[in-house]
C-alpha cells in the first residue's frame, strides 16, 4: 500500500505540477500547484472511493478564500499573523469532523502557510487560483480514473476520537493548545526572522497532528526536529550543488515525493528529513536557497516544537497516563467483542462479523502504541516504566493475535457451535470487566443461542476456538498486573 500510495504521489503531483507549466502559468504557480496536489493525495484518507472524491472537490472551496485572504494581508501584518492564529485554531477545530474536517483544515493552514513565501500579491492571485483547480482536476483524474487502488483495498476508518463537551472534547482542547503554540512561535520566530518566521509556526502546527497528550507532543517535536537536522545536512550536500537546474532539482524532487509517501506510515523522522530536503531543492528553484537559509530552518522549528511542548505542558494539558488508560480500554473492550462476534458466529448466527471488529482493533492498537511511544522511546529514562509499557504491549499484541485466529475459525464454515464457547466467552467477559468495568457488548445472545445445543459438538473448529478464546483469557488476566498498579507507579507518567 504504501508502494503504490508513493508511486502514485509522484505520478499525481508531476503531472499537477506540469499542467499549469504547460498553461504558461508562473512558477510560483506551479508550486503552488505541486502543494496542493500533495495535500489532496496525502491528507484525503476517508473510507469510501465517493467520500473521498467528494472530500477533494471541496479542497477549493476552502483553498481559494484562504489563500486570497493571506495575499490580501501581506503588507498588513498584524491583521495578517491575527488571521494566521485564527487559520491556525480553525484547522485545527475541524478535525471533530473526522477525516474530511482533517483534510480541509489541514489544506486550509497550508494555503495561508504558502502564501507566506509567494512573492505574488493579490494581483497575482486568479494565476495562483486556477493552479490549485488545475492541480485538483489532475489529482481527481490520477486517483480516481487512472490509478484507483482504493476500490479494491479501501483504507480502514480512523477510530473515533473521545467524546465531550466545551473544553472537555479532545478537538477542542487540542485546537486551543495548538493557537497557543502558535501564537508562541509567531512571536518568537519573527524575534529571529522577520522574512522566514512561519516556519516556527508552521512546525508548531504539525506537530500537533495525530497527537493527544504530553508524551506524544513531545515526541513527535523531538522526531520533527531531527528529521530536519539530518535533512539540512543532505540539503547541504545535495539541493546547495544543484543550485536549481531543472532536471537535477526535479529527479530530486521526485525521489523527495516518493520518500515522503513511503515513509509517513512508519517514521515522522524520515518523513521529515524528506520534506525538508524537498523544502531545500524548491528554494533553490526560486533562488533564495543559501546554507545560512538551511540553518535558519533548523532554528525555527525547534522554535516551533519549543512552543509546542510549553503548550501541552501549560495550556489544558493531558498527561499520556490519562490518553494511553483511555485508549487501552476502548483496546480491551473491542478484543471483547471480537471474541463476542466469533462465538455468535460459531453458534450460527450469520449476520455476526467478527472481522470488522479485527480492523477496528488494529486501529485502537496503532493508537495505544503511539500513546505509548514516550514511554518506550530508547530515550525514555524510567526504565521500570518502559519495561511495563512494553510488557502491555506484549499483552496487547497477544490478545490481538489470539482474537485474529477465534476469527479465522469463525470464518470456517465447517466449524460448528459448541457449549463450552458459552463458559469460554462469559470468563472473556470478566476479564475485560476487571480491566475497564462493564463491558458495553456482552455475549448473552451467544450464550443464548450456543447452551441451546444440549450434546457438545466436540469439532476441531470449536476446540481451536476455545483454545483462542482461554488465550485471551490469560492475556486479559496477565493484563490486568500492568494496568492495574499502585499510584505511585503510574503505567504512564505526565511528561
Known sequence: MRLRAASRAVLGIGAAVAAPAAAGLSL???VIAGLAALLALFTVTDPTVRRQAVTVALLPAVGVPVLTLALALRDAPLLRDAAFLAVAFAGAYVRRWGTRGHALGVFGFMMFFAAQFLTTGLSGAPGLHAALLLAVLVVCAVRFVLWCYERRTPPPAAPAPPGGRGLARPT????????????????????????RWYWAVGAAWWI????????????RGFRRVLGTLVGIVAGLWVAVP???????????????????????????????????VLVGLLYGMLGALHPGLLQLRLIETAVGALGAGLAVAFVLPVTTHAATHGWIRR???????????????????????????????????????????????????????????????????????????LARVAADPDASHDARLADACRRVE???????????????????????????????????????????????????VPVHAPPRAPLTTAA
Open 28 to 30: 510560483e504557480a506551479c
Open 172 to 195: 477542542t482542547r487540542l485546537a486551543v493548545q495548538t493557537a497557543a503554540a502558535c501564537a508562541f512561535a509567531l512571536a518568537a520566530g519573527q524575534l529571529l526572522s522577520q522574512e
Open 208 to 219: 500537533f497532528v495525530n497527537t493527544a497528550s504530553r508524551g506524544e507532543t513531545l515526541v
Open 242 to 276: 544543484v543550485d536549481g537546474g531543472p532536471v537535477a532539482t526535479g529527479l530530486l524532487l521526485s525521489v523527495c515525493v516518493f520518500g515522503i509517501f513511503y515513509t509517513a506510515a512508519v517514521s515522522y523522522s524520515w518523513m521529515m528529513f524528506f520534506v525538508t
Open 331 to 405: 483496546a480491551v473492550r473491542c478484543v471483547h467483542a471480537c471474541a463476542r462476534e466469533s462465538a455468535l458466529r460459531l453458534a450460527g448466527d450469520e449476520s455476526a462479523d467478527p472481522a470488522r471488529r479485527i480492523a477496528e482493533l488494529e486501529m485502537l492498537l496503532d493508537r495505544v502504541r503511539t500513546s505509548l511511544a514516550p514511554l518506550v522511546h530508547p530515550l525514555s529514562p524510567l526504565r521500570a516504566r518502559r519495561a511495563r509499557a512494553r510488557e502491555v504491549l506484549a499483552l496487547l499484541d497477544d490478545c490481538a493475535r489470539q482474537a485474529h485466529g
Open 430 to 480: 470478566e476479564a475485560v470487566h476487571r480491566l475497564t468495568g462493564p463491558a458495553q457488548d456482552a455475549c448473552t445472545d451467544a450464550d443464548e443461542t450456543v447452551t441451546g445445543q444440549h450434546t457438545p459438538c466436540r469439532h476441531p473448529g470449536a476446540d481451536r476456538a476455545l483454545g483462542h478464546l482461554h488465550g485471551l483469557e490469560t492475556a486479559l488476566v496477565e493484563l490486568a
